[in-house]
C-alpha cells in the first residue's frame, strides 16, 4: 500500500513522474471528489501507471452503468464510439472531465467496464428493506448521516432510508462488477466517488475478504461551487 500511496502523493503534489514500483493488489480503489479535477488526474496517472506495465486488469467506473463496455473496441477506437458503448450520460458525467482516463486505458487495449446500479433498478432498490441490514447498524447510521449532510439536511427524513438502499444496491453492483472482471497478477482499478470507496460502509464491504484491497479515498479539494446554496434555491423554488 505504501509504494501505490506515493503514486498518489506523488500526484496530488502536483508531480507528473511515477516512481517504478507500485504494490500488487488484486483491486484499487480510487474514492474521488467529482468536481476536483486533480482528483481525475490522479486516477489517470495511476491507470497510466498499471497499464504502462501490462498489470491493469479493467478500468472500472461508477460514472457508467453495469453491463456498458469497450471490449468490443479497439485501442484506436474513437471517443464517439468509446463514448456509445458506455452508454456515456454527459449531463451527469462531464467527459471533458473523465474522458482522458477512460481514453488512457482504451489506448493501452485495456477494457472500461461500466459498474453503476443501472437505473433502471433503481426504484426497486429504493423499495427492497432487505437491504436496511447489509451493513452493520453503527455504519448503517454512519451511511444515514452521511446522506443527510450530504444533501445539506434538506431532504424529508422519509426519502433517506430509500436512499440509503439504492447507496447499498450501487456499491453491491460496483463490487459485483469488479469480482466479475478479476485477472490473476493484475489489477482492477475502480473510479468513484469517496463515500463508495469507504471501507467500512462502501464498495470494500461486499468484495471478497481473500482479495487483496487497495483503497485511497483522495483528499477533499475545495468544492467549484457551494453545493448547499445551490439546492437551498432549489427547494426554495420548489416551494408553493
Not at 91 to 108: C, D, F, H, L
Request: proline share 7%; with cysteine.
Amino acid at each position: 500500500m505504501r509504494l501505490l500511496l506515493a503514486v498518489i502523493a506523488l500526484s496530488v503534489a502536483g508531480c507528473t513522474a511515477l516512481p517504478a514500483a507500485h504494490v500488487a493488489a488484486d483491486v484499487v480503489l480510487l474514492g474521488e471528489q467529482h468536481d476536483a479535477a486533480q482528483h481525475q488526474q490522479i486516477a489517470r496517472d495511476v491507470v497510466a501507471s498499471l497499464a504502462d506495465r501490462g498489470e491493469l486488469a479493467a478500468l472500472a467506473l461508477e460514472m457508467a452503468e453495469h453491463g456498458a463496455s469497450t471490449a468490443a473496441l479497439p485501442p484506436s477506437a474513437g471517443e464517439a464510439d468509446v463514448k456509445a458503448a458506455l452508454q456515456w450520460n454527459e449531463q451527469a458525467w462531464p467527459w471533458a472531465a473523465y474522458g482522458p482516463v477512460v481514453m488512457t486505458a482504451v489506448r493501452a487495449g485495456v477494457t472500461v467496464i461500466g459498474a453503476n446500479l443501472p437505473r433502471t433498478q433503481m426504484r426497486a432498490a429504493m423499495a427492497d428493506a432487505r437491504l436496511d441490514s447489509a451493513l452493520p447498524e453503527a455504519f448503517r447510521a454512519k451511511a444515514l448521516a452521511a446522506l443527510r449532510e450530504g444533501h445539506c439536511d434538506l431532504l424529508p427524513e422519509s426519502q433517506i432510508a430509500p436512499m440509503a438502499r439504492v447507496q447499498v444496491a450501487r456499491d453491491q453492483s460496483m463490487a459485483r462488477t469488479i469480482s466479475q472482471a478479476l485477472v490473476r497478477g493484475k489489477t482492477v482499478v475502480l473510479v468513484t466517488g469517496g463515500q463508495h470507496a469507504d471501507p467500512q460502509m462502501g464498495v470494500p464491504v461486499y468484495l471478497p475478504i481473500s482479495l487483496h484491497v487497495v483503497t485511497q479515498v483522495l483528499p477533499p479539494q475545495p468544492p467549484a461551487r457551494d453545493y448547499c446554496a445551490q439546492m437551498r434555491e432549489q427547494f426554495k423554488g420548489a416551494r408553493p
